[in-house]
């Protein structure tokens, strides 16, 4: 059987590594985590996959042995009868194997067992042996529960009549959730079914997640609200849910949800006209006012068993009827064109737009096919696709090429369709307003280029052995990585469908379920590149360009040497988002200036985009006549005083962001030399469990793995000290573990290895959970002050004077008050494992807790506001300039960055907060600032080509060339 293990540098359970060894996978049943490596795969699973552990596994394989054992017995029990004498052996041996089957189960879940009752022994008669052994087994299966809250109150109710009735262990009914439990209510208890001893604490946890009345209530609710009144068995659907409705209601004890006469009026108008008069006349008859969905149950029931006596078929055909279809768009179109038979869509088929409009009516008339979208297998009033007309201001919802009208506007109409679309804006913008008026009028100069490059580049897609060779366009202003489903077909790409919603400006959305795919893609740089979660779309309805590079070869010569192939009419079929930031970085550029075209190389290869300002741009004037009596109507219908509304100046806060607010507000002190802040509680009387014994287990593993690395043990050992030195933590009297406090967490703590620095570093485990709490549960994480990385990059490098530092240990200089100080206790011996631990306690703000990247945040930046008016540069590029610990920024003369970066080192001085390990693409820079601050580096002997390039932000910056790059 496999043993986990706990790993205390990471999230593997199969070593104590961490997590930077490599790729991580996740089991679908335990989710446990383990590296690629250690669970023997080369590859990670597909994301449609469903991969367990080898201990899952295990398990699964077990129980289902188990489950054929006991299904051979039942069928023997079953069997005819033998002689006294043999079925007393035979029993015997059955109840022995059952015996061996469970202990053998018990063993592989390494759970302590619990005594089986020996029902042998029960009564002295063996047929009632078998009876109760038959019962018991009947009993054992539970329906099935996926976390619906509908389902809830049969469940539980079905899981303790069974567990009464058979006399089930806890034992045998983590067995029997283990079986039943799926989907979202597996994950909820997915850490708890581990123990027998947590069956009640499973149950509870279900009950509090999915057995709310009012989830109960509102999920039975909305089955009933959705029946359509001009269904032919709406009685019946009525009455079915309705009965259900209240019957569960009056499981969970909540009559109150029943007394609501405008929900008993709103089920009473979706039933026939007819009943709904026998209704009336009921309520009249026995003279009731507020008519509860208890009567109203009551009364319909016989109707319902009425109606199927007559026509018992109703019901199951209606079903038939509302069967809900999920099928693939793509083949809402004909696979080929009904007009050529070639394979294209029916829109773009030349023979169609050849075709007057009276011809093209009959041949879709003929064809069945939609009006409003020219699609297959549907009507339009059925069309998710059908438009407005708007051709000579038609209102009605059909395909424009249908649209009818005369010869002159059926010329002027084909024309506009099948002109392209830089000569529609074209002819649009040179439209001239003849009108005349005696108001003001506002010339706006406009000039119209066709001239723009997009940021296009040709590229192979592939998938198993499938190749498409089409365009890619880099979008950095996506999130998402889109692929066109026709280009997914082709290369047979298969995925998890799911609902995406795409939002474009103006708070444009569409909603549609589109497959999750996998792809390779190689650009001219021949590199292959796997893209993963690239979601699929019907059209992405991308620019088309065409690009001579000869052309501008020849008028270019920052251009000649570059690797870009012409093309015409590329049409690109993939968007490139910033989830692949990584082949939108750009690795070099090649720029002549503001009016020629510009060339970037990205992992991808070479590219050209850009705006060409060329002389043969033609101008055009449009004249706007603007009248000010209409103005001023305008004015006063959309001013926001005339109907007594004001514009909201800042967003309301909720009530986490109002709590955060508080505590900064009441804890934040300055001390003197560094600033003070309270822990980030969500709640003031937050009630931890007894830690203790948790930390000191994690202390003794960690202990054990220090022991087989004897440097990295003396460095744990002198990092402590060096944590008491500095006043970071101290250790707790005697006196002070005899306080009772309120507030007490104990923290497990290991170390981790940063492999681009080769340096460990102490992080404590806030995310530990005992008994389902952890500190970092109790932590509200604060606001998000972090700048925007790529901000900074851009700032970075506007200037030719360019700098790096870093905080040194920015989270232990901001220091946690006195009372909130317990909960960041821990044990520590030295690695002598022969005395008890002694205590200690954090005073600094600490790693791995969810409030501290916050609380530095506000301190640092508090720190800076104090100088706005002193040294202004320098607060704002504290502010600003920022990202976490690190500080980049660039300047445009050396008197501004020498004067700047120096305040900035006095601002973090005042603050507590000492900056270092400043490295420049200047070396007068450096050589103005103080000896400690720079970076070690920065001493080497400036022909050493490595001193060159040092780390920023996760990238290598060359200060010599000043450029950066991604590896």
Not at 451 to 456: E, V
Request: positive net charge; charged residues 30%.
């Amino acid at each position: 059987m496999v043993k986990f293990v706990d790993n205390p540098n990471g999230h593997c359970r199969m070593c104590i590594e961490s997590d930077e060894k490599g790729v991580l996978v996740e089991c679908c049943e335990c989710d446990r985590w383990f590296h690629l490596a250690c669970v023997g795969l080369k590859d990670p699973p597909r994301s449609e996959d469903y991969w367990t552990c080898q201990k899952c596994y295990e398990i699964a394989e077990n129980q289902q042995k188990m489950e054929e054992k006991l299904k051979k017995l039942e069928a023997q029990a079953k069997g005819k009868r033998t002689p006294s004498s043999e079925r007393t052996t035979t029993t015997e041996e059955i109840l022995r194997i059952h015996q061996k089957t469970m202990e053998a189960l018990v063993k592989q879940l390494q759970v302590k067992p619990e005594p089986t009752p020996d029902i042998s022994l029960a009564q002295p008669n063996q047929n009632e042996d078998w009876t109760i052994y038959l019962k018991r087994q009947a009993l054992a299966d539970l329906p099935r529960f996926d976390g619906a809250p509908k389902d809830w109150p049969k469940f539980k109710k079905t899981y303790e009549e069974t567990t009464k009735a058979g006399a089930f262990t806890n034992l045998e009914n983590l067995n029997r959730l283990q079986k039943v439990l799926r989907g979202n209510a597996a994950k909820t208890v997915s850490q708890l079914l581990i123990d027998p001893e947590n069956v009640k604490k499973i149950i509870e946890r279900l009950e509090e997640t999915y057995g709310r009345p009012e989830a109960i209530y509102n999920e039975l609710l909305h089955e009933l609200i959705k029946i359509r009144k001009e269904n032919k068995s709406a009685l019946l659907e009525i009455a079915d849910a309705l009965d259900n409705l209240v019957s569960t209601i009056n499981v969970i004890n909540c009559a109150q949800y029943l007394n609501d006469p405008r929900l008993v009026d709103t089920i009473v108008k979706k039933l026939p006209y007819n009943i709904q008069i026998k209704w009336a006349e009921e309520l009249s008859k026995e003279n009731i006012h507020c008519p509860d969905l208890k009567i109203l149950n009551e009364w319909i029931k016989p109707l319902a068993k009425i109606q199927r006596m007559v026509n018992p078929s109703i019901e199951s055909s209606e079903r038939k009827s509302r069967v809900n279809i999920h099928q693939d768009n793509r083949k809402r179109f004909y696979n080929k064109c009904p007009f050529c038979e070639k394979d294209h869509k029916v829109y773009e088929c030349d023979t169609f737009k050849k075709m007057n409009t009276e011809a093209r009516r009959k041949i879709v008339t003929q064809k069945r096919l939609c009006f409003g979208c020219l699609g297959a297998n549907h009507l339009m009033k059925d069309c998710e696709r059908a438009r407005t007309c708007d051709i000579d201001k038609c209102q009605e919802k059909h395909s424009r090429w249908l649209h009818p009208r005369n010869k002159k506007n059926v010329d002027k109409a084909n024309k506009m369709m099948t002109t392209p679309k830089e000569e529609i804006v074209e002819k649009l913008v040179t439209t001239e307003n003849a009108s005349s008026s005696n108001s003001g009028t506002t010339n706006h100069h406009q000039t119209f280029r066709n001239n723009i490059y997009f940021q296009i580049i040709p590229i192979t897609l592939r998938n198993k052995g499938k190749e498409v060779n089409t365009f890619a366009f880099l979008d950095a202003g996506s999130s998402l990585t889109l692929i066109e489903e026709q280009i997914a077909d082709n290369l047979g790409l298969k995925g998890r469908s799911n609902l995406l919603k795409l939002t474009w400006t103006q708070n444009v959305t569409k909603q549609s379920n589109n497959r999750q795919v996998q792809v390779t893609l190689v650009g001219p740089s021949k590199k292959p590149f796997i893209l993963k979660g690239v979601r699929t779309i019907d059209n992405l309805q991308l620019p088309i360009q065409s690009l001579d590079m000869d052309a501008m070869k020849k008028q270019y010569d920052h251009l000649k040497d570059l690797p870009i192939e012409s093309y015409t009419v590329a049409r690109p079929s993939i968007l490139i988002g910033l989830d692949n930031a990584h082949l939108l970085m750009p690795m070099d550029r090649r720029m002549l200036d503001e009016n020629s075209p510009m060339a970037m190389r990205t992992k991808l290869g070479w590219f050209l985009f850009g705006n060409l300002k060329l002389n043969i741009a033609q101008d055009y004037v449009m004249e706007i006549q603007e009248n000010d009596e209409m103005r001023n109507m305008m004015m006063r219908y959309l001013s926001t005083e005339d109907f007594g509304v004001k514009t909201v100046e800042s967003l309301p806060k909720g009530k986490e962001d109002k709590r955060v607010e508080e505590i900064i507000n009441d804890t934040l002190k300055y001390l003197g030399n560094r600033y003070e802040i309270g822990m980030l509680f969500r709640q003031d009387d937050v009630k931890f469990p007894d830690t203790y014994q948790n930390a000191l287990r994690r202390l003794t593993l960690s202990e054990k793995m220090l022991a087989k690395n004897e440097k990295l043990k003396q460095w744990a050992i002198l990092n402590f000290k060096e944590y008491v030195a500095k006043g970071y933590a101290r250790k707790l009297t005697p006196a002070e573990l005899l306080t009772p406090t309120n507030k007490v967490y104990y923290l497990p703590h290991f170390i981790v290895i940063n492999q681009n620095k080769n340096k460990p570093r102490l992080v404590f485990d806030a995310k530990a959970e005992v008994k389902g709490v952890s500190l970092n549960s109790t932590l509200l994480p604060g606001p998000d002050a972090t700048t925007s990385i790529f901000g900074i990059l851009l700032r970075f490098r506007e200037g030719n004077i360019a700098i790096s530092g870093d905080i040194q240990e920015m989270f232990h200089q901001v220091r946690i008050r006195p009372e909130d100080q317990h909960v960041l206790r821990f044990l520590w011996r030295d690695c002598d494992t022969s005395k008890p631990p002694e205590v200690y306690v954090m005073m600094v703000m600490i790693f791995g807790a969810t409030c501290s990247p916050a609380c530095a945040q506000i301190v640092k930046k508090f720190n800076a506001r104090k100088f706005e008016k002193t040294h202004p540069a320098a607060a704002t590029a504290i502010v600003k300039q920022h990202y976490v610990d690190d500080y980049l920024d660039s300047f445009h003369t050396q008197d501004e960055a020498v004067q700047t970066v120096n305040d900035v080192i006095t601002i973090h001085e005042k603050g507590g907060f000492f900056i270092r390990n400043f490295i420049s693409n200047k070396r007068e820079l450096l050589h103005s600032l103080p000896e400690n601050r720079l970076m070690d580096s920065n001493k080497k002997d400036i022909t050493d080509k490595e001193s060159h390039v040092e780390r920023v932000l996760g990238l290598h910056w060359n200060t010599q060339h000043d450029y950066l790059v991604t590896n």
